[in-house]
């Protein structure tokens, strides 16, 4: 999808650096967004298994599947096409 807009944007005769910015601009947004969300979640599941207090890191790694859970029903809609 975002190659066919860059193909596109090149055609009607931007160059290949504002075709690119255009393009993730538009058509990217949800990557960019998925990226960062798993980013977080991976960087929190790693903090909170290394937290050397049992009790807190098991609360936690509670939080962390919570999280997980959330961003999974978020974008379940996506997951499902």
Do not use: P
């Amino acid at each position: 999808m975002t190659a066919e807009n860059v193909s596109r944007l090149r055609a009607e005769g931007r160059d290949t650096f504002q075709a690119k910015d255009d393009s993730q601009s538009y058509n990217a947004v949800t990557l960019s967004i998925v990226y960062a969300e798993n980013y977080v979640l991976n960087h929190f599941f790693k903090t909170a298994s290394e937290f050397e207090d049992v009790a807190c890191r098991q609360v936690l790694l509670k939080l962390v599947s919570l999280y997980g859970a959330f961003l999974l029903e978020k974008h379940l809609a996506t997951l499902y096409i």
